[in-house]
């Protein structure tokens, strides 16, 4: 079956524009995360959803960082005023949702590459 | 909040030679623990998982780690590498009752020929 796929898989930005990463999660799967890569790190949690419940923003590393999760499915998460130190590689994965205390595999899509110059 | 160490940047080793990865978190309450790993040019897929009951879990490829709760360590190991192993690996820990996975900086593994 299909698995999670985002998009675009590259971007290149200038500093200061803001920029939208598309995820699409695994059909069936509630709960959605974004993570960021970063050259020689591991991977930064950023943000969590779950069904229809108020999403866990406690990774975001600024208020220019922002997600949203249209229906349940489709998430985006967007980036104002972009910084160098924003460029990186954006990770979504998806799960089912196990309830608190437990967890699923989570599925990863491919990643957005961004680059700020 | 957790965190996890992976000790080892770059492993470089042949084929049939054995593989030890170490990996530490730093959390007192129950944890579930995992490994990725994302070979070259592909997904970050998952290689095997500790949520609870015998320490010794096998993956996927003869990959096996265990989890030592004394040492807060869930080393990756595998008897005899081979080259298709070459890939970066994950330790992950998700403390029970929290949403986001703690993810360790990788370690990059090659396997020459």
């Known amino acids: 079956g299909a698995g999670v796929s985002q998009s675009p898989s590259n971007k290149v930005t200038e500093k200061g524009k803001d920029v939208e990463l598309r995820c699409d999660p695994i059909?069936?799967?509630?709960?959605l995360y974004w993570y960021r890569q970063s050259l020689g790190q591991g991977l930064e949690f950023l943000i969590y959803?779950?069904?229809?419940?108020?999403?866990?923003k406690s990774g975001l590393p600024s208020d220019r960082f922002s997600a949203e999760r249209t229906g349940g499915s489709v998430s985006t998460l967007t980036i104002q005023r972009t910084q160098q130190e924003d460029s990186a590689v954006y990770l979504c994965?998806?799960?089912?949702?196990?309830?608190?205390?437990?967890?699923?595999?989570?599925?990863f899509g491919p990643g957005t590459r961004l680059t700020v110059t | 909040a957790q965190s996890v160490s992976q000790h080892n940047h770059h492993v470089i080793l042949s084929e049939a030679a054995s593989l030890e990865l170490g990996c530490n978190y730093s959390?007192?309450?129950?944890?579930?623990l995992f490994w990725y790993v994302q070979y070259p040019g592909q997904h970050l897929q998952l290689l095997l998982k500790?949520?609870?009951?015998?320490?010794l879990v096998k993956g996927i490829k003869g990959f096996e780690a265990e989890f030592i709760k004394s040492k807060f360590s869930f080393n990756l190991r595998k008897p005899s590498v081979q080259w298709s192993d070459t890939a970066e690996y994950f330790c992950?820990?998700?403390?029970?009752?929290?949403?986001?996975?703690?993810f360790g900086a990788g370690t990059r593994l090659t396997v020459k020929p």
């Open positions: 994965a998806s799960s089912y949702y196990a309830g608190t205390g437990a967890s699923y595999e989570q599925y």
């Open positions: 059909s069936g799967h509630t709960a």
């Open positions: 959803f779950q069904g229809n419940s108020a999403p866990d």
């Open positions: 959390y007192g309450g129950t944890v579930n």
């Open positions: 500790y949520f609870s009951g015998d320490p």
């Open positions: 992950a820990v998700n403390a029970w009752g929290n949403n986001d996975m703690r």
